[in-house]
């Protein structure tokens, strides 16, 4: 079996190791030990879910020709997390202007920052899903989320019941400090 770890070939004997689950099991503990985790697996070109993982688990090794695994450290995570930092910091100026322009009639103005609040926010959640990998690391970056939740549904209804009072107040006042708090998170890991 080949084994690659994020695309390059890793030199493995199979000793103790008779089934997929095994080989997983040792990279993980080898991925482990260089502050790694494994987010992918790839078998015979095929991704695998993480809920199929456990049912091919069980295949006999020697059946498998390629075994890909992708991995993140915590410094990737780190540095993908800081790059959210300035795209937060201008969005904190763009949020204070959402009820201006909100009520000054500039629909459009107050769409690209919805917009671009919608944006910012979907990427950093992308990035910041592997954050429960390394919790003693980035613990910080999920209360945000359980902070932030409540207030972006509320942002919403807001915005789909047409209240832009509501609306600009939530962005300013409650969405924008706590985006200004995990700018500061980020900008301190």
Known sequence: MKVTING???????????????VLSSLETLCSSNGAAIIGV???GQGVPPEQIAAMSDRDAGTAQNLAVTTVTGDD??????????????????LEMLAV???????????RIIQGTADTI???CAISRFADLFPERFGRVKDFFVEIAPLLKDFCEAIQN???VL??????YEIK??????????AEL
């Open 42 to 44: 790839a078998l015979d």
């Open 122 to 124: 979907s990427d950093f």
């Open 101 to 111: 322009h909100l009520h000054s009639g500039a629909q459009g103005d107050a769409l």
């Open 167 to 172: 609306t600009g107040d939530l962005a300013e």
């Open 8 to 22: 390059h070939p890793v030199d493995v004997t199979l000793d103790t190791e008779k089934t997929v689950g095994d």
């Open 177 to 186: 400090p706590r985006i200004v708090s995990i700018a500061q998170i980020l």
């Open 77 to 94: 995570l780190r540095d993908a997390l800081a790059e959210m930092t300035p795209r937060f910091q201008a969005l904190c100026g763009e």
């Open 162 to 164: 047409n209240d832009t």
